[in-house]
């Protein structure tokens, strides 16, 4: 089991440990992220997952946020814009209210549920409202994405969240958001259709009326999860099986990219940069792995974007900025269209099954992020947590990020076939967060205080922190 927080971790290890399946501890952590994780994730966002089971066809789930409107009777709403920095860049969105689609993870993660779990819907619930009880310690990595979004996360009511007394939550503090209690009890009760015709449907409605937003009762009533048949490619890695149509898959990548087996650490970074290109815009997400005892496998992204800067009163459930997201605005949409999505969970089959399952977080540098570890795993034979913490390159154009600790020779060789390379002072966010679980163990991304562990060990993945 491997995910963004050692709390989610622990909510699917609990699970696996009670009998149940991939997809029961998935969805179990995915709920646990939405009290541990909300800087990075929330109720009211949406997501992708990929499911396998030995024997039987992979298949994909989207429960993404879509496009509102649907009976607005012409109503508009404008949103606000927001420079966020990151890194060294500023980088513009849009938030506020009607840069809020319509929520897809409720429904996903219900219908993940009733399509492959095993235990009771409450079950999976508890270990969230355990949570939301008892609030949670904020790890350095989650207040690191913090400082950076404080702008937004402090916004109305997340100021009372994230800034408790004037003061913004830093490394170690207990974050509280006991409006969360009663909004997972309703999860709890009423199952992933709250939000779309029962209590937290009639909340949302009112947040919509009283603000102004776009999201209209038919919007929510219309919703519904799509399932597809993964896509799958080959590669000299194996059966990479993902979703079709993303923004961001790493599929193409691992077609093109040669074996890195042998190659010197010029020769690799080389073949890195040469494969990989995209932009550098922020955007928070988590991402979970789940595999169980029978070689079952979940691997779950979700999001809520920067989040709109608006709470669901009484709920402490921030609204998702999906609409503001320029990155996944491809195309006329239409009221009840599927946004695009960039999330990119992947699993590889080998000879004896299933050799990797693996996701990442990080917007547009997920994929970079994904394709370095997944190589390291596969190709060069380095343990998750090993290949999970080793020194990242992300390519813009002629532009080639790199975190420290990376060869020289490597730096010069980019340097010598003309790239920008620019070196950055310390391990970083922007470089993606990656979960992956495979055949040599689990790893969580130390860069988002990252956690994994395994059904048979009580140790924790030390990729949680670097050396």
């Given at each position: 089991m491997a995910a963004g927080h050692p709390a989610t971790v622990e909510a699917g290890i609990e699970v696996l440990d009670a009998g149940g399946s991939a997809v029961d501890a998935a969805v179990a952590a995915s709920l646990a992220s939405c009290v541990a994780e909300t800087v990075m994730t929330g109720l009211l966002g949406g997501g992708h997952a990929i499911v396998y089971a030995p024997g039987e066809e992979a298949r994909t789930l989207d429960f993404f946020v879509a496009a509102p409107g649907l009976g607005a009777g012409g109503r508009e709403a404008e949103p606000r814009q927001l420079e966020v920095p990151f890194g060294v860049e500023i980088v513009h969105y849009a938030i506020g209210v009607a840069s809020c689609g319509v929520p897809g993870l409720p429904a996903g993660l219900h219908e993940l549920w009733r399509d492959g779990g095993r235990l009771p819907w409450e079950d999976l619930v508890e270990p969230a409202l355990r949570l939301a009880r008892g609030g949670v310690e904020l790890p350095a990595g989650h207040a690191a994405c913090l400082a950076m979004?404080?702008?937004?996360?402090?916004?109305?009511?997340?100021?009372?969240?994230?800034?408790?007394?004037?003061?913004?939550?830093?490394?170690?503090?207990?974050?509280?958001?006991?409006?969360l209690v009663p909004a997972l009890e309703l999860v709890a009760r009423e199952g992933g259709r709250t939000l779309y015709e029962g209590a937290l449907a009639e909340a949302l409605l009112a947040s919509m009326e009283e603000l102004g937003g776009l999201v209209t009762r038919r919007d929510l009533e219309v919703y519904e999860p799509r399932w597809q048949r993964a896509d799958a490619r080959a590669s000299m890695r194996g059966l990479v099986l993902g979703r079709a149509g993303g923004l961001n898959s790493p599929q193409p990548v691992f077609e093109r990219l040669p074996s890195l087996a042998e190659a010197s650490a010029g020769e690799r970074v080389l073949a890195l940069a040469g494969a990989l290109d995209g932009d550098d815009r922020a955007g928070e997400t988590t991402n979970i792995t789940a595999v169980d005892r029978e070689g079952n496998a979940c691997v779950l992204t979700t999001s809520l974007g920067l989040g709109s800067g608006d709470w669901l009163p009484g709920f402490d459930l921030h609204l998702n900025s999906m609409l503001?997201?320029?990155?996944?605005?491809?195309?006329?949409?239409?009221?009840?269209?599927?946004?695009?999505?960039?999330?990119?969970?992947?699993?590889?089959?080998?000879?004896?099954?299933?050799?990797?399952?693996?996701?990442?977080?990080?917007?547009?540098?997920?994929?970079?992020?994904?394709?370095?570890?997944?190589?390291?795993?596969?190709?060069?034979?380095?343990?998750?947590?090993?290949?999970?913490?080793?020194?990242?390159?992300?390519?813009?154009?002629d532009v080639v990020h790199v975190e420290p600790g990376l060869d020289p020779q490597a730096l010069g060789a980019l340097e010598r076939e003309g790239y920008d390379v620019r070196c950055w002072e310390a391990p970083h966010h922007y470089f993606g967060g990656v979960s992956?679980?495979?055949?040599?163990?689990?790893?969580?991304?130390?860069?988002?205080?990252?956690?994994?562990?395994?059904?048979d060990r009580n140790d924790v993945d030390q990729s949680s922190t670097f050396p």
């Open positions: 979004l404080e702008p937004v996360m402090t916004m109305g009511a997340g100021a009372r969240i994230y800034a408790p007394n004037g003061r913004l939550l830093g490394p170690g503090d207990r974050v509280e958001q006991p409006g503001g997201e320029a990155d996944l605005l491809v195309g006329e949409l239409a009221p009840g269209d599927r946004m695009a999505s960039m999330m990119a969970p992947t699993l590889i089959l080998g000879e004896r099954g299933l050799a990797l399952a693996a996701g990442a977080a990080g917007g547009t540098r997920l994929r970079s992020a994904l394709v370095q570890v997944v190589a390291g795993i596969l190709d060069e034979g380095l343990e998750p947590s090993v290949a999970t913490r080793r020194p990242r390159l992300h390519r813009v154009g992956a679980v495979g055949v040599r163990g689990a790893a969580g991304d130390p860069r988002r205080s990252g956690a994994a562990r395994t059904i």
